[in-house]
C-alpha cells in the first residue's frame, strides 16, 4: 500500500470515526435529562470528554483533508505570525484534546467511585500538565507530518502514563464494586494503549504501522458506546445489571 493510499484509509475511516462518536455525543446530550440523579455528574463528563476528543479530531482530519485538498502533504499556514504544517497542526489539536480527554476520565472515575485523587491522581494530574508543557516546545517540529524522533517518545510518554494509571483506577475499583461497565471502559483504554505504543515507538521508521490508529481508535468507539449504554441508557444496557445498584454501596 501506497503511504498517499494509506493516508487516505486513514481519512475516510476518521470520518467515519468523527460522524459516529459526534452522533453519539449528541445522542448523550439529548438523553441528559433522562440520566439518574446520582449519574449525571458522571453523564456530563462524558459528554464533555467525547466532544474534547471529537473537536480535537475533527481539526486533526480537517486540517489533514485540507492540506491533501491543496496537493502537498506539506502545506503550511500562519499562525499568529508563525508558520504551522497543516498536517502538524492537525495532530496538536488532537494532541491537546486527547490529554484532557484523559483528565476528564480521571474525574468520571473519582465520580463514579466516589474517590479522592490522592496521590496517584496528583502524579496523573501532573503528568497531564508536563505532557501539555511538553508540546509547547520547538523540538516538536509540528511542521513535519511525520512526527519526529525520539521528541515524539517523550512527549507522549506522560500520555502514557495519564492513560494507563486511569485504566488501573477504574479497573481497580471496577472489580472490587462488581462494575462491569467501567471494567470494559479500563479494557478498551489498555487495548487502545496497546495499539497505540508500537505506533509511537515505530511510525519513524515504518509508516505503515500507522494503521494500528484505527484499531485503537474503534476501541474510543468502544468506550464511547459502553458508556452511553450503562449511563444514558441504563434499562436497555446488558451491562448494567441489578448488580450495579448494590455495588454503588461498596464504592466507598
Do not use: C
Not at 458522571?42 to 474534547?52: D, S
Not at 496538536?92 to 474517590?115: C, D, N, P, Q
Not at 468502544?222 to 441489578?242: D, H, K, R, T
Amino acid at each position: 500500500m501506497s503511504e498517499s493510499l494509506r493516508i487516505w484509509v486513514e481519512i475516510i475511516f476518521n470520518l467515519l470515526y468523527l460522524m459516529t462518536i459526534w452522533v453519539i455525543v449528541i445522542a448523550m446530550t439529548r438523553r441528559l435529562d433522562k440520566v439518574p440523579p446520582p449519574d449525571l455528574r458522571v453523564a456530563r463528563y462524558f459528554i464533555l470528554a467525547f466532544a474534547l476528543l471529537a473537536i480535537g479530531d475533527t481539526g486533526h482530519v480537517g486540517f489533514r483533508v485540507w492540506a491533501y485538498a491543496l496537493g502537498n502533504p506539506e502545506a503550511r499556514v500562519y499562525v499568529s505570525g508563525l508558520t504551522m504544517g497543516l498536517v502538524g497542526l492537525g495532530a496538536l489539536s488532537t494532541a491537546i484534546t486527547v490529554t484532557l480527554f484523559y483528565v476528564v476520565m480521571l474525574y468520571i472515575w473519582a465520580a463514579r467511585f466516589e474517590k479522592r485523587f490522592g496521590v496517584f491522581g496528583g502524579i496523573l494530574m501532573l503528568s497531564a500538565v508536563v505532557r501539555l508543557g511538553l508540546m509547547t516546545l520547538p523540538q516538536n517540529q509540528w511542521n513535519l507530518t511525520v512526527p519526529p524522533h525520539p521528541w515524539s517518545l517523550w512527549r507522549n510518554l506522560p500520555l502514557v502514563v495519564l492513560g494507563l494509571g486511569v485504566a488501573f483506577l477504574m479497573m481497580r475499583d471496577a472489580l472490587r464494586a462488581n462494575d462491569r461497565a467501567f471494567q470494559w471502559i479500563g479494557i478498551m483504554i489498555l487495548l487502545s494503549y496497546g495499539f497505540y505504543i508500537p505506533v509511537m515507538l515505530f511510525i519513524q521508521r515504518a509508516p505503515v504501522i500507522g494503521m494500528l490508529m484505527i484499531p485503537k481508535t474503534l476501541a474510543y468507539v468502544a468506550i464511547a458506546v459502553i458508556g452511553y449504554l450503562s449511563i444514558f441508557q441504563p434499562a436497555e444496557s446488558p451491562l448494567a445489571s441489578a448488580e450495579l445498584s448494590s455495588a454503588k454501596q461498596i464504592r466507598r
